[in-house]
């Protein structure tokens, strides 16, 4: 079952500008993870970050992780007009057994205009 | 990074029909691959974990019969939508990894006449 919810569905910036996406769960978890895709195309891992993490960084790219308000963020900084795609945060939960199974937020339509 | 394969990319079929998609690991073994469908504009929702050499675990509401899962090497897993209907109509795509990490196919996009 679809367990995360992210916020904002939509988002439009100008080039340059600064984007943050924001994604909630429900369970406890054994990391979360940071998708992108492009319209009709598969998708593109983008950052994993463990329970016992706080924040990571990958390049323009920072997340952050709150496990006492299950909650993740991800941060694109100067962003540019080819990082308009969907943003999905997926959960592996905190259970044996599954550490490959992934549950996707309802994503992020992210527009970067010129 | 590990690359995935999906194939078909666009599959057209006629109501009552069965379609396959395959999906393979080109450059890692995978034990175990997952199964995904997503409507547009809408998220991922996993439909099932395909497993080599068992029989896959189908997630709370798919039908198994319907969708066959047969995980027969440890580089490909294929999905038989059978007796499609239109409402199958949607974007199908599969994931694999070596670790934590997961690696997507391309997606297959199937429309259901």
């Known amino acids: 079952s679809q367990q995360g919810e992210e916020d904002p569905q939509a988002l439009s910036i100008q080039e340059g500008e600064n984007a943050t996406m924001n994604c909630s769960y429900k369970?406890?978890?054994?990391?979360l993870q940071w998708y992108r895709q492009n319209s009709g195309r598969g998708l593109v891992h983008l950052i994993l970050i463990r329970s016992n993490e706080r924040e990571k960084h990958s390049g323009r790219l920072r997340v952050t992780l709150d496990t006492s308000k299950k909650s993740s963020s991800l941060l694109i900084t100067a962003s540019r007009a080819a990082d308009t795609a969907s943003y999905f945060c997926a959960t592996v939960p905190y259970t044996a057994g599954t550490a490959s199974k992934l549950t996707f937020g309802t994503g992020t339509r992210l527009q970067v205009t010129l | 990074g590990a690359v995935v394969s999906q194939h078909p990319s666009r599959v057209i079929c006629k109501s009552g029909t069965s379609v396959k998609i395959e999906c393979r690991s080109l450059d890692f073994q995978a034990t175990t691959m997952f199964w995904y469908r997503q409507f547009p504009k809408q998220s991922l929702m996993l439909m099932a974990t395909s497993n080599e050499g068992s029989k896959a675990t189908y997630e709370q509401g798919v039908e198994k019969d319907k969708f066959l899962i047969n995980h027969a090497s440890l580089t490909l897993s294929t999905l038989t939508v059978t007796s499609a209907h239109p409402e199958d109509s949607s974007f199908y795509i599969c994931s694999a990894g070596p670790l934590a990490e997961q690696y997507f196919g391309p997606g297959t996009r199937l429309t259901v006449t």
């Open positions: 369970t406890s978890i054994n990391n």
